[in-house]
Each structure stands twice: as structure tokens, then as C-alpha cells.
């Protein structure tokens, strides 16, 4: 047996447990830890933990405690968007304090709400001498990297490089009332799920192996708009559902956005990606795609073509539930079923690539550098949504910007 890897979740939410679903996949890595400010969540995902047989993992009173635990060498950042400055602080300041044996921390996407956000973690992460890794599960679909690899390495080699990729993530609506606020979450739809189709673009523009920035962004358009949710009936829906601090009728957020990149590449061309997202997508759950684009060559990609469908009549009125798709809408008719949503949606992949680049089996695919880099071209991607023109980037006065839906003062 080789090297193993302890490690440490901050957050016992939704994306936690998709994590430890995913490190079923994952040979050299315990999952030892978990931190969390309620501690009955916390012992409820350790125990959960058990029960997948990733580690034999516990609860931890406090960050700074998983830290100066020797046994975990690694965290997994999966809180709330509105924490992640104070729980990498908590971090930074526990390493630099010489406690523990941390060597790395992944964060999940978005890396922050704002590119000022953004720097102070990556500045954190960097003063602190972490390795660091950037959680974007799409990268790592299978789909996506095979699809990828061989588009690249049959239609690209022989006939030149793909002009166009599209991606695309929709669903009817995230599931805590955190998201839907402007100021907790960063924005809407566009910074919640804008984040992964804008890197799954450029993801598969630039050539496996190649650094990211043989593609780079210089010119973006993006348009947002409340399609549903500040229709009346469901600003009532969304208020009884969230609870009173969602008021979509005096703080709404976008729950569409769109968006077009102009890259330039290494080789002299110019290359487009184009990403929409949203939250007023009512189909079977959440649907990803993914389109690759050349001039004798294509790929596409949709999760809800799972291979698997199941029928149930009018007779099965079954409990409401997800175990047929992530935001799954409906238990009756004919449905597409998603049957390892873990390793379909990359986080398995991803789980265990980090694992590697933690113990220094690979070189990181993705770093909070390219958390950041996301954050800039999404905060672009609001200023000009905002101004209702395209932008070139980085546009001015970048690092200093916050969403007017973050500020509560967007108007749809
Ligand atoms: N990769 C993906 O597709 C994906 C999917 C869902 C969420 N996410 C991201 O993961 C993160 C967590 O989202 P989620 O869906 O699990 O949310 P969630 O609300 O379901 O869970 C958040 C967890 O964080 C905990 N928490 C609350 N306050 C905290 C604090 N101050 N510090 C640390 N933890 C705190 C909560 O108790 C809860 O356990 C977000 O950044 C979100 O954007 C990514």
C-alpha cells in the first residue's frame, strides 16, 4: 500500500456529500474530517462517511482543530460562497501558526463573490504555502475528457483546430435559501453556474495538455434577465418556500444569463465560447451540455441522454425526491435517470486527481489561479449585462466591481 492522504471537509451541505459519493472512487485518500457550524450536520456527514466506507471519519470542533490534526493533510472547502474569506483565514491563520501537517486545500467553485474576494484567497492560500486545486467538476465528466481527448487527437490533428464550444447548465432553482441572495451568494444564476460553463469553453478550445492560456479571453458579451422568478405567483412560491429573506420582489437576483467569449489563440485565430445558464430550466433535473465545434468534427454532450429512462404510469404516485437526477421535477411519465450522478458530473475524477496532486503523484489541472481567472471573466460578464454592450478584458475597474445584484440594487 502506498502513501495515503487524510483529509478534511469544511461544510456538510449538498456538495459535501456529492464529494463523498465521489471519493468511493479514490484509493489513497481517507476522508478523516468534518467541520461544519452545526455540529448535528456535522456528525450526520461524518457518519455518512462511514457508512460509504471513505475513512473512519469524525466531527471536528472547529477548523483550526482539523488543521493541527496531523492525520489530515488535506481540506476540501465546501461552504457557503459568503464564508469562504473567513474560513480560508481560519486556515491560513492555523498553518502559519505551525500546527498540523496541512500540505493542500481544493476549493469549490465559485472561488469567491468577487475578484477582491478572489485575490485575498488565492493570497491566503499562496502566503500560507498551500498546493491548492480549483473544484470544477465538469472538467473532469467523463464525457467531457474523452470526448475532448479524441476530437483532439483524430478531427483536430487532421484537419485544424475547433472554432466554436458551447456549454450550458440548467435547472429550475438551487435548493438553500443562500443561493437566491445576492449578497450571500455573489449574484444569480451567472455567478452560481455561469462559473462552470464559462471554464468548460475554454476547457475544450484549448488543446489537452496546453496551458490555458493558449486560449485567452479578450472580448465578452453577456446579457442576463428574471424570466420566472419575479413573475408575482412565484415571487409568493419562492418567499414560502426560501423563507422571508428571499424577496425576490425587492432583491432579485437573474435567474437567465448568457454569454459570449472572444479568444485568441496561440495560433493566430480567433475562437468563440458560448455558455447560457439558468435557473427557469423545467425538464426532467438538471441538465449539462456541452457542444465542440471544428471544421470537420463535432461533439455534443447532454447529461439528461443517460442511457437510462424509467416509466410510471398515472397509478405510481410516489414521494417527491432526487434519486432519479440531481433537481429532479418530476416521479411520473417517462424519465431519464442519471445512475452514478458522482461520477458522471466529474466530481469522482476530480476527487481523485486532487487527491494525486496533494500527495505529488500529478501536477494540479486546475488552481486557484483559474478559480480567479473564472471569477474575472464572470464579474466582465456582469458589467456588461449591466452596461448592455460588449466589453473588452479585462475591462476597467475589475477588481473593485460588485454585481448590482450582489448590492441588492438590480432592477430586471
Ligand atoms: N461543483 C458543483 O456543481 C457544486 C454544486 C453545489 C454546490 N457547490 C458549491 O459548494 C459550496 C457549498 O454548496 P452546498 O450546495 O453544499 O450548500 P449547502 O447550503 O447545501 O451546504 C453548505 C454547508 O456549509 C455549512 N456552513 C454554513 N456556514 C458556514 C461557515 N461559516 N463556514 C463553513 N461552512 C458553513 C453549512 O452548515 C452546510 O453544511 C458552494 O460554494 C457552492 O457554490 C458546487
Known amino acids: 500500500m502506498g502513501e495515503r492522504l487524510g483529509v478534511g471537509f469544511i461544510g456538510s451541505g449538498f456538495n459535501a456529500r456529492f464529494h463523498l459519493q465521489g471519493f468511493r472512487g479514490v484509493r489513497d485518500a481517507d476522508v478523516l474530517g468534518v467541520w461544519s457550524p452545526n455540529a448535528k450536520h456535522a456528525e450526520e456527514t461524518a457518519a455518512l462517511a462511514r457508512k460509504l466506507d471513505v475513512g473512519e471519519t469524525k466531527p471536528y470542533n472547529s477548523i483550526a482543530a482539523m488543521v493541527a490534526d496531523p492525520a489530515i493533510q488535506a481540506l476540501w472547502l465546501c461552504g457557503p460562497n459568503f464564508a469562504r474569506i473567513e ?10 501558526g505551525g500546527k498540523g ?4 486545500i481544493a476549493c469549490e467553485k465559485p472561488l469567491a463573490r468577487n475578484v477582491a474576494e478572489a485575490k485575498r484567497v488565492v493570497a491566503l492560500v499562496k502566503q500560507a504555502g498551500l498546493k491548492h486545486g480549483y473544484l470544477e467538476n465538469q472538467v473532469f465528466a467523463p464525457q467531457v475528457e474523452w470526448g475532448r481527448a479524441i476530437i483532439w487527437a483524430r478531427g483536430a490533428a487532421l484537419t485544424g483546430r475547433p472554432y466554436l464550444a458551447r456549454a450550458a447548465e440548467e435547472h429550475s432553482g438551487p435548493h438553500m435559501p443562500w443561493f437566491w441572495r445576492g449578497d450571500l451568494q455573489g449574484g444569480g444564476v451567472l455567478n452560481d453556474m455561469m462559473c462552470h460553463s464559462a471554464l468548460v ?9 496546453a496551458a490555458r492560456s493558449t486560449v485567452s479571453p479578450k472580448r465578452i458579451t453577456a446579457h442576463m434577465a428574471s424570466l420566472k ?15 422571508p429573506d428571499v424577496d425576490y420582489g425587492k432583491r432579485p437576483a437573474e435567474d437567465f444569463a448568457s454569454l459570449i467569449v472572444e479568444f485568441a489563440t ?4 480567433k475562437v468563440l465560447g458560448e455558455a447560457t445558464t439558468s435557473w427557469s430550466f423545467v425538464g426532467a433535473g438538471l441538465r449539462l451540455s456541452a457542444e465542440l465545434l471544428g471544421p470537420e468534427y463535432s461533439l455534443s454532450w447532454n447529461s439528461l441522454d443517460a442511457g437510462l429512462k424509467l416509466f410510471f404510469s398515472r397509478e405510481v404516485k410516489g414521494k417527491t425526491g432526487e434519486d432519479l437526477v440531481e433537481k429532479q421535477n418530476a416521479e411520473m411519465g417517462l424519465m431519464p435517470v442519471v445512475a452514478n450522478e458522482a461520477a458522471a458530473y466529474g466530481y469522482e475524477a476530480e476527487d481523485r486527481h486532487f487527491v494525486r496532486v496533494f500527495l505529488g503523484k500529478e501536477q494540479p489541472q486546475l488552481t486557484l489561479d483559474d478559480g480567479l481567472e473564472v471569477v474575472r471573466v464572470l464579474m466582465t460578464a456582469y458589467q456588461s449585462a449591466e452596461q448592455g454592450r460588449t466589453l473588452d478584458f479585462p475591462p476597467q475597474g475589475l477588481d473593485d466591481f460588485v454585481p448590482a445584484v450582489a448590492k441588492g440594487t438590480w432592477k430586471p
Do not use: S
Open 87 to 96: 474560513n480560508v483565514e481560519e486556515i491560513a491563520h492555523a498553518v502559519t
Open 201 to 209: 469553453v475554454r476547457h475544450l478550445l484549448t488543446k489537452p495538455g
Open 229 to 243: 422568478w419575479t413573475r408575482p405567483e412565484y415571487v409568493k412560491r419562492l418567499g414560502q418556500q426560501m423563507g
Open 266 to 269: 496561440d495560433d493566430g485565430h
Open 101 to 104: 501537517a496541512l500540505t493542500g
